[in-house]
């Protein structure tokens, strides 16, 4: 990596800060081009990792901005090469103009993920750690935030290593046995290591568990209102959301088709969805609502189920309870508590529900219960220390192939097969610990991973 790149790490809008990052081998002799300190000193003299106060220099020599400035030297920066950052007055002209200059001097604009896969590549963190930035970015919640700034400071890679190394170590053993008959080295034995490898095993399958909850995490939680028509789904969604998202109106049937938002909801981050009326439709339009409804109740990791609390329980409320009773998880909402209530609950007792809860789209009442009841049904990490969750089918499948590897060693072990069969299968696990790692991964994998990124991260 010879060359030296360059891009703005803010967004193209007006701003109160706008950031120019930099890195490379010229990253220095740049800075002492575009940068004149105010102690009348060259860039290039100050230390790492300090800002120093100074003027932007446009091609004229003219200042564009006083803003300041950083670098960091090789090995000691995020890509592990020569860095510089100008912090700037957040002027979409300012930066285009800092980046027409840098470009000009012999810089090439940056490609998405840039800087992050250099970092990689340079051996400042291993692949888990660099997906783990995206998370970070794109994170909705504070749970989600936290487990990603985990794996950043490399939770994964603490437990996947431990695991590495120790099939290292097998292997290493008996190559050194085979290569060097005539030296002083403890006889192989592979039944010593049955302990070790079904420990290794147990920490695979532990970790790989975790998948769906990371993803949950990640993704948010689909969850779907359903109900007859006119009994507060589309007041409900706009209350949670806090604007007006779907049509209300008095008439029924109002909502014919799928409507959905994400919110986060008792620090959970929710996929919500609102759907028509369930109930015989009258029309071609309304019945294929109908369909979709039930299609998406059907798929939701959650349902909230709608009642009407101002009336009794009908026939019409049975194709509700229907879908209750078949998904997943299901939390009946008896809305309309702000009215007097003709509904009994007992009605509601053939569905296994997780909370009957009495709520209001009017005035909110019965919302905190509902983000408790929800923060229970998915709590967030069960214990798991921060960035221990899986959060992403890549790493999810690595760790699979990795397990799937190691139950066959186990089991060819126990069948008292040659150690040659048992560590063709551990050095399988071990080649799928690479691909999660980054130790053994395709140039193909690693472009598709740093394309996600935005430009200038």
């Known amino acids: 990596m010879a ?8 967004a193209p809008q007006v701003s109160a800060i706008g950031i120019v990052r930099v890195s490379g081998p010229e990253s220095l ?6 940068f004149a300190p105010a102690d009348g000193r060259a860039m290039s003299s100050h230390g790492d990792r300090r800002l120093v106060y100074g003027a932007l220099l446009g091609a004229d020599g003219a ?5 300041l400035c950083t670098i960091s030297r090789a090995p000691h920066s995020y890509t592990g090469e020569d860095t510089a950052e100008l912090q700037c007055h957040g002027s979409p002209v300012v930066l285009a103009e800092a980046l027409r200059r840098l470009f000009a001097l012999g810089a090439r604009q940056a490609l998405p993920g840039e800087f992050t896969k250099r970092a990689f590549l340079n051996g400042r963190m291993d692949l888990s750690q660099a997906e783990a930035v995206v998370d970070i970015i794109d994170a909705e919640t504070a749970a989600a935030a936290e487990n990603a700034a985990g794996q ?22 008996f190559a050194a046995v085979l290569d060097y008959p005539d030296e002083d080295i403890e006889p192989f034995e592979i039944a010593g290591y049955e302990e070790k490898l079904e420990g290794a095993a ?3 399958a532990a970790l790989l568990e975790s998948f769906e909850r990371g993803r949950v995490l990640r993704e948010g939680i689909g969850c779907v209102l359903c109900g007859r028509p006119n009994v507060g789904k589309s007041s409900l969604m706009n209350a949670l959301l806090g604007y007006e998202r779907a049509i209300v109106t008095d008439e029924p049937g109002t909502t014919r088709d799928t409507i959905s938002e994400r919110l986060v909801l008792g620090g959970r981050l929710l996929r919500l969805t609102d759907t028509a009326g369930l109930r015989e439709a009258a029309g071609k339009v309304e019945r294929i609502g109908v369909e979709r409804a039930a299609e998406a109740a059907a798929g939701a990791e959650l349902v909230l189920a709608v009642f009407d609390g ?3 329980t009908g026939e019409a409320d049975a194709r509700t309870l229907a879908a209750a009773a078949g998904a997943k998880r299901a939390v009946a909402l008896i809305n309309k508590s702000d009215l007097p209530r003709r509904l009994d609950a007992a009605a509601l007792g053939g569905v296994d529900f997780a909370a009957v809860l009495s709520v209001s789209a009017r005035t909110q009442e019965g919302f905190d219960a509902l983000a408790g009841t929800i923060r229970g049904l998915f709590p967030a990490s069960e214990g798991a220390a921060a960035g221990e969750l899986l959060t992403n089918a890549r790493q999810a499948g690595a760790v699979g192939r990795a397990l799937e590897a190691l139950r066959s060693a186990l089991e060819a072990l126990r069948c008292g097969v040659t150690a040659d069969a048992v560590l063709t299968e551990a050095e399988r ?20 991973i ?7 991260k």
């Open 3 to 10: 060359d030296t790149i360059a891009a703005a790490a803010t």
């Open 29 to 34: 002799r740049l800075m002492d081009e575009v």
């Open 63 to 67: 200042a564009l901005d006083y803003c």
């Open 152 to 173: 950043l400071a490399g939770a994964v890679t603490r437990r996947t290593d431990a695991v590495y190394g120790m099939l290292t170590d097998m292997a290493a053993h």
């Open 202 to 204: 147990n920490t695979l």
């Open 310 to 312: 101002s009336e009794p």
């Open 429 to 448: 696990a071990q080649r799928a610990l690479g691909e999660l790692n980054g130790r053994s991964v395709t140039e193909d994998v690693t472009d598709r």
């Open 450 to 456: 740093f394309s996600r990124f935005c430009v200038g």
